[in-house]
């Protein structure tokens, strides 16, 4: 099975491919290096940019403003901030213009922690991004995901942002990506730069067929009744880890979804689970003050008091100024397995 | 070129010196009549559309006014001379909010503008959404401006680069103010235009009126003239006297004519006047700068090219078309509230979490 950066890298080359874009590009994004993650590694239409992130992001939204289809990377998000004015504008452009100018890029950076990145590789930007009104906003949490969301962004006119959760860039899947050999030595064989010299090497692509995710839909990865648990990203991972390990050791059956989409994001998906089991927490590693997940849980309890039967619950980072880089401090600053089984047990076990 | 008074800010200052030999018309001026009195036309049409909004903004019809007064000796031969249409083999053209000589130029009427600074339901522009002279013309390759100053130089990097991909006829022409040049996408459009085998067929223009809202261009700047920011970058620079509409006319013509043969940046800095001032946050008023309109009729008139009467006929006629494009926006429907999540999404798609 694929890996996370290999599943973006396969479904940039479908883009590339199939899809008209024209451009991928950002800090070490073309060769020889493919990307400090190696997701853009063997492209055709990559290339390295000054470090510039106001430039990568400026040069993205002019190209989009041709009618040009781009893939444009920021590093890393920790990296970002200093395009938010920028990103506002690229998120206000068709709304502001009253729908003459339209910018159909997509903005992909690797978000969160979980690698030890220490305080500038460790950051979180799905709630900034859902803060910037017009751009839409994916976050998958499986290879598989990652590509039919990668060709979903590429496809929609608006402005998408992808983040790449980079704890999950090795992480494989369970499901092939259609056109994917199932033997994964044969398909690093085939996609993955060999080590040292590169100059010569080409990708040989596997004939990849269209998957879509749509944005806006989630999936529900686990089903049940006891509670709702909605995550997205590598958290999805780890409240998947809780719900198998409840339901072995005492035969809980909780609902986890996978958001995919954090805006526009997938509500009736949410809601239907809460009237199904009335309990819902929430789960994420951005800094909780003015989190994205509060604003789930805050229209949780307005829409859905009377079938609650406990209060919403939101566990995200704590709200710190950044990430410590020994191991204690990173697993104290973002939930981990254990907090979020603690947290579900006390969900369960809140009498109404 | 022109008098005087003019003359001693002109192009001696450039570091790309002008090819052009004097090819005098029957004036004695570099131009022939023709092209002379299209010009004073233009600057006489976009000067008038200003005033014209500038008292929309007092009397109270609308909001905030900003715009481009002051600078039409630039901004006309700068429309006049773009390759206006929508595609690559056109050029694209990010302007900053003082660009209402250049649109003049380029063929935009008197309602368009003055809808956008009414927000009036039928700004083409923006429907009401923001600020005078804040424009949007895909069909001119024009894009969206912005309140925020200086982001039109990254993102001018973008439509740069897909023209030289296609190796299309376009290039990228970008506006902005000295104050502008501060930020980093100034310093953004020097390091990506200037890239050795990547260089971008960008015409980098900073219109220096010396002034940031109240803050003096010395205050701002330690260097002689922004333009010299692009020679380290090896780039070719140029500093004109952007109050002489003549010499903008020749010397944006050859540094146009220079990207188009080369694909590689100017940088052009042009001196120009700020005649009422920032915008309302400064109160609108006139102030006691050169005005290069006035400048250029004296000249006109010394060289027997234009009349008094045949000048104040061309402003009357101006001021009657405004005046008239006023009151019929003045008639003309708001946007109605349940419009604020239109074009959210492209094609209206839904952006509203209440309906998710």
């Not at chain 2, 925020?148 to 740069?160: F, M």
């Amino acid at each position: 099975m694929a890996n996370m950066a290999q599943s973006i890298r396969m479904a940039l080359h479908y883009g590339e491919k199939h899809l008209g874009v024209k451009d991928i590009f950002g800090q070490d994004v073309g060769a020889p290096m493919g990307g400090v993650f190696t997701a853009t590694q063997g492209l055709e239409t990559t290339w390295n940019t000054p470090l510039d992130e106001r430039g990568i992001v400026g040069a993205a939204m002019g190209i989009a403003m041709t009618g040009d289809i781009c893939v444009a990377e920021i590093q890393f998000c920790d990296y970002i901030f200093n395009t938010i004015d920028l990103l506002k504008i690229a998120g206000n452009t068709n709304w502001v213009t009253n729908g003459n100018a339209t910018l159909p890029m997509v903005l992909m950076t690797p978000v969160g922690a979980g690698i030890r990145g220490s305080v500038y590789h460790s950051h979180s930007f799905e709630s900034f991004a859902s803060r910037l009104p017009g751009w839409k906003v994916v976050m998958p949490s499986t290879p598989l995901d990652a590509y039919g969301l990668m060709l979903s962004a590429i496809k929609d006119p608006n402005p998408v942002m992808f983040l790449k959760s980079k704890a999950l860039m090795r992480v494989r899947g369970e499901e092939l990506i259609p056109g994917e050999p199932s033997d994964e030595k044969e398909l690093k064989a085939m996609i993955d730069a060999p080590v040292g010299d590169r100059s010569n090497w080409k990708a040989k692509w596997p004939k990849l067929e269209e998957h879509i995710v749509e944005i806006g839909k989630g999936k529900i990865t686990r089903s049940g009744s006891a509670a709702t648990v909605v995550s997205y990203g590598r958290h999805v991972l780890m409240c998947n880890q809780v719900a198998d390990e409840l339901k072995k050791e005492k035969n809980i059956d909780l609902e986890v979804i996978d958001l995919r989409s954090i805006y526009p994001y997938d509500w009736e998906m949410i809601k239907t689970s809460i009237k199904k089991t009335g309990r819902v927490i929430f789960v994420n590693e951005d800094t909780e003050v003015t989190n994205f997940a509060e604003h789930l849980s805050y229209r949780a309890a307005r829409e859905l008091f009377y079938e609650l039967m406990a209060r919403p619950k939101v566990l995200a980072g704590k709200n710190l100024p950044g990430i410590g880089l020994h191991a204690n401090l990173e697993d104290a600053s973002v939930p981990q397995v254990s907090e979020i089984k603690e947290e579900v047990i006390s969900l369960l076990q809140e009498i109404p | 070129m022109l008098g005087k008074k003019l003359a001693t800010q002109s192009a001696s200052q450039s570091r790309s010196k002008s090819k052009t030999k004097s090819k005098s018309g029957s004036s004695g001026l570099p131009l022939s009549k023709q092209e002379l009195t299209k010009i004073h036309d233009l600057m006489v049409k976009a000067r008038e559309l200003e005033e014209r909004m500038i008292k929309i903004y007092k009397v109270g019809e609308a909001y905030f006014w900003i715009g481009g007064p002051g600078e039409e000796a630039f901004g006309v031969p700068l429309g006049m001379l773009a390759n206006k249409g929508q595609g690559f083999d056109h050029d694209w053209l990010h302007l900053h909010y003082r660009c209402s000589p250049t649109l003049i130029a380029m063929g935009m009427d008197y309602i368009t503008p003055i809808r956008l600074i009414m927000n009036k339901a039928t700004d083409k522009c923006t429907g009401g959404r923001n600020f005078s002279n804040h424009y949007s013309f895909p069909e001119w390759n024009v894009a969206p401006v912005t309140s925020p100053i200086g982001v039109q130089y990254s993102i001018g990097i973008g439509t740069a680069w897909a023209q030289k991909r296609r190796k299309a006829k376009g290039i990228t022409i970008l506006t902005g103010g000295d104050a502008g040049s501060a930020e980093g996408d100034f310093a953004s459009s020097l390091i990506w235009a200037s890239r050795k085998g990547n260089e971008l067929p960008m015409l980098i223009t900073v219109q220096n009126n010396k002034w940031g809202i109240s803050t003096h261009y010395d205050e701002q700047h330690g260097e002689a003239h922004v333009s010299d920011r692009g020679i380290p970058f090896k780039m070719r620079t140029a500093v004109i006297n952007g109050n002489d509409p003549i010499e903008s006319y020749i010397r944006l013509g050859e540094e146009m004519a220079y990207i188009r043969k080369t694909g590689k940046p100017v940088v052009m800095e042009a001196s120009v006047s700020r005649l009422y001032g920032h915008s309302s946050a400064d109160g609108v008023n006139r102030r006691d700068e050169l005005d290069c309109l006035d400048e250029f009729e004296k000249l006109l008139l010394k060289k027997d090219v234009l009349t008094e009467k045949k000048i104040k006929q061309i402003k009357d006629d101006y001021s009657k078309e405004a005046q008239a494009a006023q009151v019929k926006a003045r008639g003309e429907l708001s946007p109605e509230a349940s419009t604020i999540w239109d074009n959210f999404y492209v094609n209206s798609e839904n952006g509203d979490w209440r309906e998710f």
